[in-house]
């Protein structure tokens, strides 16, 4: 008979794993994504009106199977919008099912709501070390200031060096709080988004706007955008001009094509998966050499991210029990 899964919570996630851990299990799994070792249908999603409630509920799934991770992993999340604001619980509500991929045991409940935040950011300081390589950024810029915008300020100052970084939100206050609460010394709040832009080497763009808010005009040639928000095929965060004189990489091809507003909106040309820069077999061109002046990464989340994760998450939680024994 098997043993019981585990239940591992958010705060235990937390304190389990670093975002550098989680940057380095992400670089081999976006190579195993993209050379066709990983098991992963379209992400799904369910919308439905909620009984009673003038709002629209949202169950996403997200599977993956992955032979080099040895892992099973299911990701289910709902979105309720009114949440917090009729029942004083959160909007967004989920759980990873890691199971063992050779028996289909269930090996372990995970918080899915911080795997979902960590894992992204750590996906995006992936990406941005691989895109950075040969010229190492000096200038991070963030733009927003929730939950998102946390979760990457603490994985990409963790990750990588820069000798600024700049944050903006729409509301002063909230950048503020978001700055303090991370915890990250050094930060500036910046009021115009033009002006925290303008010079940045690297900018992040963690909202989820129904037009751009971020411009081509306004950004310095050789910028690396990671593109995290928006993903939805009717939203978007950057303009054409950015899109059109840009290298685009994705996280998944067949995903970006689906579900990403700043793909299909724009008709934007898809370069290559990040899996097939670091695996070789697509060659990142110079900007602005070949004749584009930005690299945007747009990453619209993948369920081999949650795989490595949950199981690097119940790999630490069983090391760390057994060193108590």
């Not at 043993?3 to 794993?17: A, F, K, M, N, W």
Request: proline content about 5%.
């Amino acid at each position: 008979m098997s043993s019981p899964p585990l239940y591992i919570s958010g705060p235990e996630v937390r304190g389990l794993v670093s975002m550098t851990d989680l940057m380095e299990a992400m670089r081999p799994a976006f190579q195993w994504f993209s050379t066709g070792r990983v098991v992963q249908p379209l992400r799904t999603t369910t919308q439905f009106q909620v009984n009673n409630q003038d709002q629209n509920g949202r169950l996403l799934s997200m599977v993956a199977y992955s032979s080099d991770a040895e892992s099973l992993a299911v990701k289910l999340l709902t979105y309720f919008p009114e949440n917090m604001s009729i029942h004083n619980i959160q909007n967004l509500q989920g759980i990873v099912l890691l199971l063992d991929s050779t028996t289909g045991s269930m090996r372990a409940m995970i918080d899915g709501v911080v795997v979902t935040d960590i894992r992204t950011a750590a996906a995006s300081a992936c990406a941005i070390k691989v895109l950075t390589l040969t010229t190492p950024p000096k200038t991070l810029c963030i733009v927003g200031s929730g939950v998102q915008a946390r979760s990457h300020l603490e994985a990409l100052t963790e990750t990588i060096s820069y000798t600024r970084v700049i944050l903006w939100g729409r509301n002063r206050s909230h950048a503020e709080q978001c700055v303090r609460e991370v915890g990250v010394e050094g930060v500036e709040v910046c009021d115009s988004l033009e002006e925290a832009v303008r010079d940045a080497d690297v900018i992040v763009t963690v909202t989820m706007p129904k037009e751009p808010v971020l411009y081509g005009k306004w950004c310095k040639p050789g910028a690396v955008i990671c593109s995290v928000g928006a993903s939805r095929p009717d939203r978007r965060e950057l303009d054409d001009e950015l899109m059109h004189n840009s290298v685009v990489i994705v996280d998944t091809r067949e995903g970006a094509l689906k579900e990403s507003g700043d793909i299909i909106i724009p008709q934007a040309e898809i370069y290559a998966e990040l899996g097939e820069i670091i695996a070789g077999t697509k060659t990142l061109p110079t900007v602005p050499g070949c004749g584009k002046k930005f690299i945007v990464f747009k990453s619209v989340g993948m369920a081999v991210e949650d795989v490595v994760s949950a199981k690097l998450i119940y790999d630490k939680y069983i090391q760390k029990r057994d060193n108590k024994q």
